[in-house]
């Protein structure tokens, strides 16, 4: 059978090009090898078996993910190792153990007294073992206990007590994303590992082993000096990166491996403004890159070979419009392609723009596609 090429597709679409996302992985992969931890690479981003496949680094993982869903997904594929770092609710306890059940090593994380106590009153009535992280909070960027409180040793204590060994610590330096400058992500990752070090130390001077101490976001990853103390990095976003990446120069514009195929579907010339078939629900509603020095609009608009045309964005969006116009609002001069004519849009966040579709189409040579990869949603 001929394999279908990009000009036939039906828009908007979701590309993805396997060259660059390989290049991406191995970058990761060759700076945790450097700094001598574990990759545990968070799946939240591609929720794709066949693009984890690739991150991993045995068939049973480790992974992390953001959802149990995720999970769920991941396991039925034989994932074993999966660690769930958002803070565990009381109504997901039956789900975790339906996992548990099915031979995956779970491990949660919380990071309060109150969730402590649910956790140990299931662990009691369900004769169960969990396995378990404190987050420490590194950054004040969104959750986590603070590092020096005494509040890290009252939960680490009442769950020993309550017979559920603490594993370790997590922390995520969300703030990598508000830094200005490489030195200042560089600081960040310093100031990360060094939280979650302290916490560690502080345990196992209370005399609890913590043989786990994770820490990452994809900035803090890749700038890491060095990451003594640390056992495992989690990053998500670099297998693919996106503009909003390339705002904080972690990665260059032909480094994004994700995009978006669309279609002209007509035109206000005398406004300069190119109507597409991808508005924010093929896009979604990120605007990341407004708070940046370049402000991408919705996406950065590229040729059929992902070349960058003409400073050309998506400067305003409707669910299912897209309008595409030059950056400096010029109408004089402007790109005139016909309605069919098709474009490719780099995404300000590729977590949000994958969630709005069910699969990749995977780009081979001269615009064939070379698979189509499903990908999960939901919860
Ligand atoms: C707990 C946790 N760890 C790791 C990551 C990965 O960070 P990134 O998306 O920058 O790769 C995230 C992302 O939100 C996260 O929430």
Redesign the pocket.
């Known amino acids: 059978m001929t394999k279908q090429v990009l000009e036939q597709l039906e828009t908007p679409a979701l590309l993805l090009d396997p060259a660059r996302m390989d290049r991406n992985i191995e970058r990761m992969r060759n700076q945790a090898r450097r700094l001598g931890v574990t990759l545990r690479p968070?799946v939240?981003?591609n929720k794709s078996m066949d693009v984890t496949r690739r991150m991993m680094e045995t068939p049973e993982g480790p992974i992390?993910v953001?959802t149990l869903r995720e999970a769920d997904y991941f396991a039925a594929h034989g994932v074993k190792d999966i660690l769930y770092?958002?803070c565990i609710a009381p109504n997901k306890l039956d789900h975790v153990m339906r996992l548990q059940d099915q031979g995956v090593r779970l491990t949660l994380?919380l990071d309060s007294m109150e969730a402590a106590r649910v956790l140990a009153q299931c662990a009691h009535e369900a004769q169960r073992h969990f396995e378990l992280l404190i987050?420490v909070d590194s950054d004040g960027h969104?959750s986590g206990v603070n590092p020096d409180s005494g509040e890290l040793l009252s939960i680490a204590q009442f769950l020993e007590a309550a017979g559920i060994p603490v594993q370790g610590i997590?922390t995520?330096a969300?703030s990598?994303?508000d830094c200005t400058s490489t030195d200042a992500i560089c600081a960040m990752a310093e100031q990360e590992r060094a939280a979650a070090v302290h916490a560690a130390q502080r345990l196992r001077a209370a005399g609890i082993a913590c043989p786990v101490v994770s820490v990452?976001?994809?900035?803090?990853?890749l700038f890491a000096e060095r990451l003594e103390g640390i056992t495992e990095v989690?990053?998500?976003?670099?297998v693919f990166f996106d503009l909003f990446?390339a705002g904080l120069n972690v990665c260059g514009v032909d480094d994004i491996a994700l995009s978006v195929l669309a279609t002209v579907i007509g035109h206000q010339r005398e406004k300069g403004w190119t109507i597409l078939d991808a508005g924010w629900m093929a896009m979604s509603r990120d605007r990341g890159t407004a708070r940046q020095p370049v402000d991408q609009g919705y996406g950065l608009v590229c040729d059929l070979d992902g070349r960058p045309l003409e400073d050309l964005i998506l400067v305003g969006a409707n669910q299912e419009h897209g309008i595409m116009a030059h950056r400096s609002g010029k109408i004089e001069g402007a790109l005139q392609l016909p309605v069919g004519a098709q474009v490719r849009i780099l995404p300000n966040h590729a977590?949000p723009t994958a969630a709005q579709y069910d699969h990749y189409k995977v780009l081979g040579p001269g615009h064939e596609i070379e698979a189509t990869w499903p990908r999960i949603s939901g919860w």
Do not use: D, N, W
């Not at 990452?216 to 990853?221: D, H, M, V, W, Y």
């Open positions: 968070h939240k981003t992390t953001s770092a958002v994380i987050e969104r997590l995520h969300g990598s994303y990452g976001s994809t900035p803090t990853a989690r990053a998500g976003v670099f990446m977590c």
